[in-house]
Structure formats: C-alpha cells, structure tokens
C-alpha cells in the first residue's frame, strides 16, 4: 500500500520535491537562512536515496545567484529551471511527472514564491505538502503569513522530518539508515 488510510500522508511512488529558489542573493537577507538551507539539503539527499523526482527553480539567477552550494551539491543531473514568474508552476519549463499528484514544497520566500507556487499547484490538483522548517521570508511575519494562506487554501503542513518518514514509511531498511543519520 503506498499510502495512508486517508491518502494525506507522502508516498515515495506519488511525491515529487519542488525546491522554491534557494539562491545566494537570499544568504544575507534572511535571518534562518542556514537553517533552510540545511533542511531543503536534507530534503534533497533523501529525495535522491528514496527515488523521488526533484524539480528546482531560480529566479531571475543573473540577479539573485544560482543555487546555493550546500543544496545545488545534492542535486546531480537536475537542471534548475530559471524563472522571472513568482510562481514556479507558471515558469517555462516547470514539469512534474503527471502520474505523480503529490507535491513536496520548500523555499524561498514563504509569502511570494512558495506560495504562489503552492496556490497553482492546489489548483492544477496537486496535494501539496508545504515543509515549513525548510521555507522562509525575510521576516518572520510574512512567513507566519505565507504558511498561513497555504494552509488556508488547502497545503499540508508538514516538516522536513514528518515528510521524510512519511516517504520512508517503515524502519529496517538501509533507505532508513540513510535517511536517519540525515536528520541526526
């Protein structure tokens, strides 16, 4: 079975982790910046361990920079989609596997960006699980905000280590291992 009783919960084999502009322009400008980094690096080594597509934006990365290094060095063959749209989904380019209808969301910023990106996708008929410890703003308020909307429009809020046993669904295994020592 691939998913819960109630279908809310991440599946390996329905999910796909979006990555919302992680870039190094953001660095300076938000204050947990570290910590998001960290977190959407995690989300992107247990996404390549437990073969979960990814999808990652930049926007307007001439301005604001590629990818940060500490998450750009878990990506592999992904190439980042470069975007002037706020919302990802809208951006040329942007495609999830359409036999995948759940939608893992991290990034940058939580009130424009991931948010606009989370709306479009709720609307296209996605199930969207928004990892909060892993998205950010510049302040705190227009974080609080941001979630707050996507939540109200229908995301899951979750976290990096909720997703990451969700996907995982069982212990035992070397996947387990491997996502374990990641969240350590």
Do not use: W
């Amino acid at each position: 079975m691939s998913t819960g009783a109630h279908g809310l919960l991440l599946a390996r084999d329905r999910a796909t982790l979006v990555i919302v502009d992680v870039q190094e322009a953001f660095r300076k400008a938000i204050p947990t910046f570290e910590a998001i980094a960290a977190n959407t690096a995690i989300l992107a080594q247990a996404a390549r361990t437990l073969h979960v597509p990814i999808v990652v934006t930049e926007q307007y990365p001439r301005g604001l920079g590629e990818t940060v290094p500490e998450v750009a060095e878990h990506l592999d063959d992904v190439t980042p989609v470069e975007k002037l749209e706020f919302s990802a989904a809208r951006a040329e380019g942007f495609e999830l596997d359409p036999a995948r209808d759940q939608v893992l969301v991290c990034g940058i910023e939580a009130h424009v960006c991931v948010s606009q990106t989370v709306h479009d996708l709720l609307a296209a008929g996605r199930q969207v699980h928004v990892a909060a410890d892993a998205v950010a703003s510049r302040s705190a308020e227009n974080r609080a905000l941001g979630l707050e909307r996507m939540e109200r429009a229908g995301a899951i809020p979750s976290s990096v280590e909720t997703a990451l046993f969700e996907l995982l669904g069982r212990a035992g295994s070397d996947e387990f291992k491997a996502v374990q020592q990641l969240v350590r």
